[in-house]
């Protein structure tokens, strides 16, 4: 095919006619010594070419390819084509022992060269392709100002980017160009056998082809006829696009009217919009920007039309052969967030069923810890896990399709679209999900003292996270706005749970949240997005939000059941749920279950929505509490007996040394009213209390 193809550039005038030389008499590589090769291409005489030609010489008396390039400047500074090849190659140009090269034209205008001394090549770019003998990879490299390689689906081609130096005091400017493919019906080889479509439209606007489709809107059909002959004068795509007088356009607009829509409906002249617009694919998602796009697309108007489709007839079909849309009936593509659109196929490179996936698995047993108190020691004991997986595939960001074309991957990433969450998204789909733990179990260490009804005890503390999905729903670690907090709400039908931070008065949340309800073994995680409440005014507005959101979940998880959201009329908000769901904060759970410590989980949760002065103090509160609790227990309790049993050496109980309670509750009041002149006593107390040495500064 790439022999076919520079077969055709050659005599059209591409590459001066040296795409892979072929010896006169042998018509086989190299040209031989002496023999003379005539180059089917441009004129000798010509005075200017398009742009540079890069040139690479090999032969039996050339030990190193030579790499030269016959630039724009070179043919403008000599006067024609032969005058700047032969200054570049001609004679002994190239310094090569005993080798010499004549440049000449064949008296009808073309170039000749013959080489003397040795055989030569002379190819264009980087050298002779792998089918040739040579080394350069067709798929990467350079042998042909067109370049055909084999993919996974068929064969694509591509136009590698040229340089053009027009002042030779400047350095060359590097252009990128693009390659329009005509194929002449839908039971072409090209297309059937070799996958190739006449994508992108031609730049000419010319039709290779009659187009027929039928347009599906809102579940009306509506079949769109095009003929060929009305674009034999195009020059360029606007005119094939045309407006609501002539072109495609047109032809759209009167098959609409045809299948019932009124005229006003398909073109309002005040607004000058149509039902369904004709129109260029822009750059990315988002942009207006449709430079050098020669992609059509067919749009729907925004808030009208809810569902668009399109079916394409098989044969000789200009949808297929010059707009590159496939054969076949399209699913409907809804307009959600923005208008309906129906697009051309890319055409060129394209990706299909690529996808990762992996798994981790970690274990860390034993772990172990230790604390004291003065003569009061803590052993902590247990292990902890972590197991993740991750399954990511590449889909069509318009479509989902497992097939992606490398333009669409391309656009949707420029346009900052990654996750492939419904039509005309992001080309990343999958979920990438684990969970972690760590278990301990608490034991006393008295030091060899023994405290009647201590033995024994133990407590156990656990923290986990689970997470559903990292990609559409990452943990709430360190923000939880809405106070979601470290446990499982249970319901039962009936109770009231209110969450712990007053949520935002305007409604308007500084974060992400994220949830998961369970029941029966199964979950489903849900979010609602900060960016989805930037509009509100209210908290009635956050709390329909949440309530949409939880309910989407619920849909999802299939398993009946509802959860409503209210508020308590004091900014927090509260949640009642049908028996058996369960619901928690996409976040670390928590929990502690142990002899006397009952409020240790309201002392954790007091930090759910960050740290603050004002949380620190509420969280001492608690331990203000807890130490209360302590004192007050009965005589003859364990707690008791500790706090009374004689410390060695100073032959004095705890109860003896201290009134925790109040003095913790002083410094607290200390530290609320003036917390900077507190810190030093602060400092003294829990230096007392720890046992260490004052530390005099």
Known sequence: MQQAIDNALNSAGYGLGFLHTADPVTHTLPIADGHTFTAPGVAASNTSIANDIPLTLTGSAISQPINLVLRVTNVAAAGSVEAALNALIGG????????????????????TITPHGGTLNVDYGDGQSQQLGGTVDPSTGITSPIMAASG???????????????????????????????????TDPAYQQLGLSAVPTKFSGQLSNSIDLHLVVNGVDAHVTFDKSLTTSNSSIAQLIGDNTSGLQKAVDDALVAAGFSAGQVFDAATNTYLVKVQLVPKAKGSTDTTGSNRIEFVGKSGVVTSLAINVPAGTNGAITDLGFPAGNGAPQAASAGDAALQGAVGGAFLDNASLSASLTLLAEPLSATASLGFIGVNANGGASLVADASLSLVDPATGASKVYVTSLAQALSGGLFLHTGPNTGPISGKISGAGAAELVITPNLGGLTITGLSGISAEATISLDIPDLLTAPPMLFNDPLGFAHSTITFDGSTVFPLGVAAPSNG?????????????GKEQVGVLKASDTSSNTSLSQLETELQTAINTAITNLNLGGSITVADNGSGIITLTGTSGLKFRGNTFQFSFIGPDISNALDLFNQFSSGFSFSNVIAGLQQVVQFLDQLTAKSPGSVVSEVLNTKLPLVNKSVTDLVNMAASFSNLLNQLQQNPASSISQLESLLETVLGHPASGS
């Open 508 to 520: 308007q949340l500084t974060g992400d949240v994220s949830f998961v309800i369970g029941s029966g």
């Open 92 to 111: 002994s140009a190239l310094k090569v022992a005993n080798f010499t090269i004549t440049v000449g034209d064949d008296g009808a205008g073309h170039i």
């Open 152 to 186: 996974a689906q068929g064969v694509f081609l591509r136009a590698p980017s040229v340089t053009v130096q027009s002042d030779a005091n400047a350095a060359p400017i590097q252009l990128d160009r693009f390659l329009q493919v005509s194929v002449a019906s839908f």
